[in-house]
Structure formats: C-alpha cells, structure tokens
C-alpha cells in the first residue's frame, strides 16, 4: 500500500497542477475571442462555460479532498512548514473572514472558502516534497501544459487565437492572450532550471521548454516577454550569489530588477505616456484604472470591500468601469487589488510576506550551488514582477497562489542550514571530529 502510494502520489501532484493551470478548462473554445471588449477588461457577451467545466470542478473538489486527506494523515509533518510564514496565514485569515464586511458576503464566503482549499494544496506540496522534488513536478506539470496549449491551438486556431482587437496573437485554451502569456512565462521558468540541470542528457527538455517560450513570442505580450528576458539575466547572476559573498551582485541584481520594472510599466502604460507628451494613441493605459482604484481605496482603507467583492456587478467597481469606459474584472495590478479587497492590513500582510520570502530565497540560495535552490527566488522574482501589470496574488483556483504558498512555506530556518553546512565544511578541513 505504502509502495503504491508512493508511486501514485507524484502523478497526482503533476495532474493537480496542469488543472490548476486552467489550461484544461479551454474557457477559449466556448468563448470567441471577437467578443472580448476592446481595452484591457473582459467579455462583453458574458462568460460560456466550456464542455468540460462541469467534470473539471468535480475534479477540483476530488484534489481539494484528496489533499485534505492527505494533510490530516500527515498531520505532524504539515504543523512546522504552517508556521514558517505568519503573514501568508494573516492573508488567507482575511480572505475566509471578509464575507463579514462584503458587500457580496456569499461570494466572498464561497471565494474565500475554495483559496483556502487552493492553499492547503500548497501546503501539501511544501509538507510532501522536498524543493528539489517540487521543481520535478512543476516542472512535469508546466511542460505538459505548455504542449497541449500549442497542440490546441494548431488543432483549434479558431478558439486559440485572437481574432478581434489582437488579432494574430495566440491565446492558447486561455479567455484572452495576457492570461495566456502569463501562464506561459509561469510555465517556462521551471522548465529553464530542469534544463539547465539535466538538458546535456535529455535535449528533449530544452525543447518543450523552447515550445513554452514559443508560445510567449506567439502571444505577442511585450509584458511576459520584458519580464521573462529579465529572468534569463537573473539566472547568473544568482547563479552567482551561490558562489561570491560580493556585495555587487546583489547591487547588479536591484538594477536589473528597477530596470526591468521600469520597462514593464513604459509597455503596459504606452498610450498614457504618449499621451502625457502630447502625442496620439489608440490604446488605453492601464494608470486610469489604478487612480480610480485608488480612490476606492481610500474610502474603505483598513479591510477593503471583501474578497472578490469590488468588480462583481453592481458592486463599487462599477464606478471605475464607468469612467474608464472597460468592462474590467480586475486593477491589472496585483497590489492594488489585494489593496481595494483587503484593505491595507490584507496588503501589509502580503507585502512583509513578500519581503521575508525574497530575503529568505537570497539566504537559501547561497546555501547550495544546485539549481533547485534559485527556484524560490526565480519565482518570488516572477510574482513580484507580474504583479505590477496582472493581479497574480491570491485567486481562487490559481497555480500562482498554489506555488507562492508552496515556496515560501519550503524554505526551512536558514540558521540551522547554515550550521549543519559550517559543521560539513569544518569536516572537511578536518577542523571538527567525524562522527
């Protein structure tokens, strides 16, 4: 039995994430792409779920039970990774108890109810396997992702790729070619590192992952591209803190990452600084939605209006809609949401959780010389990166939300690392006894 389990139990993490993708859903193949408003916002004729949304929720459920099975069965090996980060739990508190001031409270309850189930799942991968282990299945998960979304589209270029206002540009099984492009670039960073690893020996790793980073070209997403060139520049230069205690790269590493900040936000918001230096623009910046939003904000500062509570209809987020004339279901800024759902103290708890992770992945990094110790870091990079342009902090469903809970809850106290790593290295200059 115990064999069996734990032959089984990789498969189902690998299926749980290629679902949590949403690329199984193919929301594309219901939904033509002509009928997506013009803008950054969503669908004007409304959402047509797909053939398969039905066996996929029950599917879902089957993970979230599996997974809280799995976690009562296990229950003293998930009590220490859970404490490792108190202001993720502060976070997800807010999340489940927002139905409290909601202005929608049984959308908030249900939303909040199934992201709690979402990370119970990240803590089962932080609690199960090892970081090295989890790259594994990322990895697996995302190349299996990444090849249906480019088989779909061959099969199916009709639903896969745009036909209205981006016409040509690809959105996979994906609504629209942004969400697409994000969860491509999710999608190739951990098939970068396993190549990296073991791509002497497999080629065939360089290759899905040259399918994923295909599929972010194809998408035609000048944001996922700005902000996966800048991964590929950090990947040495964190390569780099594993080897040097130079206080340059690190300096090397912020430049790189103001830059890189900088660019993302000049692609995202063009039109608004063409526009600020008189010149003619067809598209619409993304800085109108996120002033409007913050006035929303400042009139319920501490807790927000609940989660998922700002853009459902009727609700406050119709003013934002109104006057930037899109149909939006979200800031397109990942701190603002949490901001405007949470209030201040939801973003405060993301922001120190987001803090401590980054500095905790500089420390883990530079423990080991391997490449799964740069996968926290790569990933904590990422999510900073994206959130500036998407909302890709915690969702219902989301395999960003799942890794992020998985990452940070993976990385052990650095203190007793690094005096198990000073005993070794003592050993081996024959400075301490052998046992």
């Given at each position: 039995?115990?064999?069996?389990?734990?032959?089984?139990?990789?498969?189902?993490?690998?299926?749980?994430?290629?679902?949590?993708?949403?690329?199984?859903?193919?929301?594309?193949?219901?939904?033509?792409?002509?009928?997506?408003?013009?803008?950054?916002?969503?669908?004007?004729?409304?959402?047509?779920?797909?053939?398969?949304?039905?066996?996929?929720?029950?599917?879902?459920?089957?993970?979230?039970?599996?997974?809280?099975?799995?976690?009562?069965?296990?229950?003293?090996?998930?009590?220490?990774?859970?404490?490792?980060?108190?202001?993720?739990?502060?976070?997800?508190?807010?999340?489940?108890?927002?139905?409290?001031?909601?202005?929608f409270p049984s959308i908030s309850r249900k939303e909040g109810i199934l992201t709690l189930m979402n990370t119970l799942f990240g803590v089962y991968l932080?609690?199960?396997?090892?970081?090295?282990?989890?790259?594994?299945?990322?990895?697996?998960?995302?190349?299996?992702?990444?090849?249906?979304?480019?088989?779909?589209?061959?099969?199916?270029?009709?639903?896969?790729?745009?036909?209205?206002?981006?016409?040509?540009?690809?959105?996979?099984?994906?609504?629209?070619?942004?969400?697409?492009?994000?969860?491509?670039?999710?999608?190739?960073?951990?098939?970068?590192?396993?190549?990296?690893?073991?791509?002497?020996?497999?080629?065939?790793?360089?290759?899905?992952?040259?399918?994923?980073?295909?599929?972010?070209?194809?998408?035609?997403?000048?944001?996922?591209?700005?902000?996966?060139?800048?991964?590929?520049?950090?990947?040495?230069?964190?390569?780099?803190?594993?080897?040097?205690?130079?206080?340059?790269?690190?300096?090397?590493?912020?430049?790189?990452?103001?830059?890189?900040?900088?660019?993302?936000?000049?692609?995202?918001?063009?039109?608004?600084?063409?526009?600020?230096?008189?010149?003619?623009?067809?598209?619409?910046?993304?800085?109108?939605?996120?002033?409007?939003?913050?006035?929303?904000?400042?009139?319920?500062?501490?807790?927000?209006?609940?989660?998922?509570?700002?853009?459902?209809?009727?609700?406050?987020?119709?003013?934002?809609?109104?006057?930037?004339?899109?149909?939006?279901?979200?800031?397109?800024?990942?701190?603002?949401?949490?901001?405007?759902?949470?209030?201040?103290?939801?973003?405060?708890?993301?922001?120190?959780?987001?803090?401590?992770?980054?500095?905790?992945?500089?420390?883990?990094?530079?423990?080991?010389?391997?490449?799964?110790?740069?996968?926290?870091?790569?990933?904590?990079?990422?999510?900073?990166?994206?959130?500036?342009?998407?909302?890709?902090?915690?969702?219902?469903?989301?395999?960003?939300?799942?890794?992020?809970?998985?990452?940070?809850?993976?990385?052990?106290?650095?203190?007793?690392?690094?005096?198990?790593?000073?005993?070794?290295?003592?050993?081996?200059?024959?400075?301490?006894?052998?046992?």
């Amino acid at each position: 039995m115990n064999q069996l389990l734990k032959w089984a139990e990789p498969k189902f993490a690998i299926l749980a994430v290629v679902l949590f993708t949403g690329a199984l859903g193919i929301a594309s193949y219901s939904n033509p792409s002509f009928q997506i408003a013009r803008g950054i916002g969503g669908a004007v004729g409304g959402y047509t779920p797909s053939p398969v949304e039905t066996p996929l929720k029950l599917l879902r459920y089957g993970i979230y039970l599996v997974t809280v099975l799995l976690l009562i069965a296990r229950f003293k090996s998930v009590v220490r990774p859970v404490a490792r980060d108190p202001f993720l739990w502060g976070l997800v508190g807010l999340v489940v108890i927002s139905f409290i001031w909601s202005d929608f409270p049984s959308i908030s309850r249900k939303e909040g109810i199934l992201t709690l189930m979402n990370t119970l799942f990240g803590v089962y991968l932080a609690s199960r396997y090892s970081l090295k282990e989890q790259l594994k299945i990322v990895a697996w998960g995302a190349g299996i992702t990444a090849v249906f979304s480019f088989l779909y589209t061959l099969a199916f270029p009709g639903s896969g790729i745009e036909q209205g206002i981006h016409a040509g540009a690809w959105r996979g099984p994906l609504m629209q070619k942004n969400l697409f492009s994000r969860l491509a670039a999710m999608c190739a960073l951990p098939l970068l590192l396993v190549a990296f690893k073991y791509g002497k020996q497999r080629v065939w790793l360089w290759g899905v992952f040259g399918v994923a980073f295909g599929l972010i070209i194809l998408s035609t997403s000048k944001t996922a591209l700005v902000i996966f060139l800048t991964l590929l520049m950090l990947v040495p230069l964190y390569r780099a803190l594993q080897s040097t205690n130079s206080a340059m790269v690190p300096l090397v590493i912020v430049l790189i990452l103001v830059a890189a900040s900088g660019a993302t936000w000049l692609v995202t918001n063009w039109a608004s600084f063409l526009a600020s230096l008189g010149k003619d623009a067809t598209l619409t910046g993304r800085t109108y939605i996120w002033e409007f939003v913050m006035d929303s904000i400042q009139q319920r500062p501490w807790f927000g209006y609940g989660y998922y509570g700002f853009w459902q209809p009727g609700g406050e987020g119709e003013n934002v809609k109104y006057y930037v004339r899109l149909t939006l279901t979200q800031a397109h800024n990942g701190y603002l949401d949490t901001a405007v759902q949470l209030g201040l103290f939801g973003f405060s708890f993301f922001i120190l959780s987001l803090i401590t992770s980054y500095i905790r992945a500089i420390i883990w990094a530079r423990l080991d010389r391997s490449v799964e110790h740069l996968w926290p870091i790569m990933y904590v990079t990422f999510l900073f990166m994206y959130n500036q342009t998407e909302s890709t902090i915690i969702e219902t469903n989301s395999i960003f939300w799942i890794l992020y809970v998985s990452v940070t809850l993976s990385m052990k106290y650095v203190v007793q690392h690094q005096t198990l790593a000073a005993e070794e290295e003592y050993k081996q200059l024959g400075l301490l006894e052998q046992n």
